[in-house]
């Protein structure tokens, strides 16, 4: 079965500091790639993902993943934090091309501190 | 386009009720999705249908659990005689194939 790994629960930057969010999955063949953000009592948010093509993708709010397919990662990242990055962020899979059907890792924290 | 719409935002109820939240999907996706998030989880998937049919459900969706969607329009879960075990946040997303937007959510309580 597939799986998504989100290593760190929580991370914490200060503002102006560069960010790297970590997501590793688990499955045969290269699925579709997600990262969506969440604030506090909210829905999810698209932030970008990956079909095919560049394996780096630009998402809103300057926000960028690289795709690496030899170590069946997707890892988000933003050069410099602004407070209001603040959330909850979550980092999915789905099977390449059949649905929406996601599979969602345990979800990162991020704290930015002033 | 409204985005997708999830009513109520919030339900408090008590255990052994019976609740039924509802989903409006974007219009032209003909396809639904119910997630469930607990407290400091990913969202799990629950069932999705293509237009009304119910193409799938997770064997986290018990006999407690019923999903509809009819006409393929707005779809509704209804949760009978509820448990504390309930308590979470019911997503809702539609889509046309691969890529699709999330709703608001409804959170639950039970007490």
């Known amino acids: 079965a597939q799986s998504v790994t989100q290593p760190d629960i929580h991370i914490t930057v200060s503002e102006g500091a560069s960010l790297e969010l970590r997501c590793n999955y688990s499955?045969?063949?290269?699925?579709?790639l997600f990262w969506y953000v969440q604030s506090p009592g909210q829905g999810l948010q698209l932030l970008l993902k990956?079909?095919?093509?560049?394996?780096l993708v630009q998402g809103i709010k300057g926000f960028e993943a690289e795709f690496k397919r030899s170590q069946s990662s997707f890892n988000l990242r933003k050069p410099s934090v602004h407070w209001s990055d603040a959330a909850e962020y979550f980092c999915?899979?789905?099977?390449?091309?059949?649905?929406?059907?996601?599979?969602f890792g345990k979800g990162t924290l991020l704290t930015v501190n002033p | 386009d409204t985005g997708v719409s999830q009513n109520p935002r919030h339900k408090i109820t008590k255990r052994g009720q019976n609740v039924t939240f509802r989903c409006d999907p974007i219009?032209?996706?003909?396809?639904l999705y119910w997630y469930r998030q607990t407290l400091g989880q990913g969202p799990e998937f629950l069932t999705y249908f293509q237009n009304e049919a119910q193409l799938e459900k997770s064997r986290l969706l018990s006999d407690r659990f019923s999903a509809e969607r009819p006409k393929g329009s707005f779809s509704t879960l209804e949760i009978q005689r509820t448990e504390q075990g309930d308590s979470a946040m019911y997503l809702c997303a539609s889509s046309l194939v691969s890529s699709g937007t999330f709703g608001s959510g409804t959170r639950l309580t039970v007490v």
């Open positions: 990956y079909f095919s093509g560049d394996t």
């Open positions: 499955y045969g063949a290269t699925p579709y």
């Open positions: 219009s032209e996706h003909n396809r």
């Open positions: 999915a899979v789905v099977p390449g091309g059949s649905n929406y059907k996601l599979t």
